[in-house]
């Protein structure tokens, strides 16, 4: 069973920057997408970002497109998603989460709560 945990986030300025971490405890399969999530107070959970295990293919949502970073670290078994020029509007509890494709996931991390002050 793969675990997925999550780090990074935390309070800050709007136009500043986070990155978060999602370790994995175990190679996931090959054809598996990393994802990541988030979830603002009463809201639906929303697609941020995924790729695949090779890095080679990414997407995004609209909103965080040209400020989101997502990328893999293979050999570490770890996902970033790196923000710039965070808004308020970002603030959510971010989860890590591996599926079959992108914006599908069957595998969820605990989460991590990103606060960005106006």
């Known amino acids: 069973q793969v675990q997925l945990v999550e780090s990074g986030g935390g309070l800050v300025q709007a136009g500043g920057s986070l990155r978060l971490s999602c370790a994995a405890s175990?190679?996931?399969?090959?054809?598996?997408?990393m994802n990541w999530f988030r979830q603002a107070p009463g809201k639906q959970r929303e697609f941020v970002a995924a790729?695949?295990?090779?890095?080679?293919?990414?997407n995004y949502t609209d909103s965080v497109k040209g400020r989101f970073t997502i990328s893999i670290d293979n050999a570490k078994n770890t996902v970033y998603l790196q923000m710039n020029s965070l808004k308020p509007e970002d603030t959510a509890v971010y989860y890590c989460?591996?599926?079959?494709?992108?914006?599908?996931?069957?595998?969820w991390g605990q989460g991590t709560q990103v606060t960005v002050s106006s």
């Open positions: 989460a591996a599926g079959p494709r992108f914006k599908i996931a069957d595998r």
């Open positions: 175990a190679r996931t399969f090959s054809s598996y997408a």
């Open positions: 790729i695949t295990w090779s890095g080679s293919s990414t």
